[in-house]
């Protein structure tokens, strides 16, 4: 589309091709922001234990996705996720092997579920 605004569709969409915004995270002092209203997928190298917050999920009633592509620079680096998101595990330790992490809400962000979808890719 040729703008930014919204759209709604009263029939099946189908897509030739589906592409996500991407942003590099880096983390200060322990942490990060994820903003969910700049991307959907979002990549870090680790340095440290790192406590990743997200913001700006999408209203309730509408599905939102975060994708965490990560890896540590060397050795392995922990990573928490903020308050309100609830998982297979609390702390995933990352190696310097890429994660794949996948996160979704639908109620404002109030919470999330998810998994890894990926460990230890090439």
Known sequence: MANDKD????????ALAFYEKVTAL???????????????VFT????EDTLVTL???????????ATFVLKADSGTHKIY???GVSYDTEIYDISTAQWVI?????????AYSGSYAVQGAA
Do not use: E
Request: aromatic share 6%; net charge positive; no cysteine.
């Open 55 to 65: 913001s700006n999920a999408p209203a309730s009633g509408s599905r939102g996705y």
């Open 26 to 40: 880096t983390s200060s002092s322990g942490a990060m922001t994820a903003d969910l209203s700049t991307a959907s």
């Open 44 to 47: 870090s190298t680790l340095t």
């Open 7 to 14: 759209f709604k569709a009263k029939n099946r969409i189908t």
């Open 102 to 110: 996948t996160l979704q809400t639908s109620d404002g962000g109030d």
């Open 81 to 83: 996720f903020d308050k």
